[in-house]
């Protein structure tokens, strides 16, 4: 059994029934036979199912969004938020699925040869999900699966599983069958027995160090991978910009989902000729956040979904200020129950310290200053991982020049922490392998077959 606690109150608020080495593979068999007759239907039943299912989503939004703020802490604005914009996100898949899957001839019609490229599905995948946005993680994996006739066994993160549980119920009202869209729960051990199945594709999305114990327990087998991991993504202010905006801009970057977003700023480099002027609007910024119980519609910052993540700030402090960081906010825990961090920012870092290369994952920043663009440069390139960099600058040209150095698969300029779906969404180095959303996102559920007919 899995015991569900909200993270604002420390309480249990459900206890449920977790996946075994049997029910999984069960429910893999029983995938298996039924993907071949899901990827014969017409694409138009495939894509009326998801159209449904986002017409269900805003049915159950207040809903839905007060179970993902009672289980993962996330303020309920920004949870309410979440589940209407995934509904806009379908539309995109939607449009596009069809035109992934449409066949490509070379050929005139009445040639001998006739030579041309189809897409099949993959087969049965795995979609190993993360706890911090679930509905965006899980639907930009498992909506364009559905639509490219996959089967799909989907792991909600144990942080995150009644939410994984309503989107499977709502996937089976809008008509997508149970055998195609099965929820596995439980925790990693759990993962690791859908991990142990004869499986077509697994697209993970969570840490690095859980992503490389997936890439290797199925490296010998030659199945799609995917692995969207963490990041360590910095903002490089120089010293051209409008000051307050960008403050305003780095702060929600920062702190939005209590900073536990992928995308979210862990690091900011300022210019020094600005860099008193930043701080303080940045701290002022951060000050006029509402910190606490995440049900109230005002709260901007919730507690941290998972206990453990709180020592690791307490850490990333303690060792920022040994090390001659000055702490400007917060640096403590809240005095209440529940999982609560203080918004804290902290100046006078350095690369030495963990705040500046270990993803923190909360509501921490530490903002260290520059004296040129190519130490900026220098600075944000020291990082195994590559998901998101930006810059803010009135000079776009110059801002281009420096991100395209970075290696990392998403630039922001003046703007972070944003996600569209027809860009493509992609790491590199620790941050992950193949994209997920755009075009891309959608070939990665579909593998090409080359036709050489002779007539
Ligand atoms: P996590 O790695 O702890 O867990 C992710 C999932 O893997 C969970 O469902 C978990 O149960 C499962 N799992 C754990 N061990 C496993 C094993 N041995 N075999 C199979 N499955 C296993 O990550 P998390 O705490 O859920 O998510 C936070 C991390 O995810 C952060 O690093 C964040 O940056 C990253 N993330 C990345 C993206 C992206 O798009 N790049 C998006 C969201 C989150």
Redesign the pocket.
Known sequence: MLKIINPATEQVIATIETDTQTSVAQKFSEAQKAQPQWAALPYKTRKEAIQRFGELLLTHQERLAQILTSEMGKPIAQSRGEIASTEGRLAFFLEQSEKALAAQSFNEPNAKMQETLTWEPLGVIAN??????PYF?GTNVFIPALLTGNAVLY?????SSLSGLEMSKLLYEAGVPSAIFAPII???????Y??SQPLNGVF????????A??AS?VRDRMIRVNL????KDPAYVREDVDVKAAADSLAEGAFYNSG????SIERIYVHASIAEQFIKQFVEAVKGYVTGDPADSKTFVGPLT?SAQLDVLEQQTKDALEKGAKLLLGGKRLEREGYFFEPTVLINVNHTMSVMRD?S?GPIIGIQVVQSDEEALALMQDTPYG?TAGVYTQDTAKAKQLLSHIQAGTAYVNCCDRVVPYLP?S?RGH??LGS?QSFEGIRAFLQPKAWHIRH
Do not use: M
Request: with cysteine; aromatic share 14%.
């Open positions: 190993i999900s993360a706890w911090n946005y993680v792991k909600p993160s144990e942080f439980g925790t990693g051990e759990v993962g690791s859908l991990l993970f999305t969570g840490s690095y160090a859980t992503g114990k997936i327990a969207e991991l963490g990041g536990q977003s992928c995308c998972r993803e994952f998901l969404w790491g941050s992950g997920t």
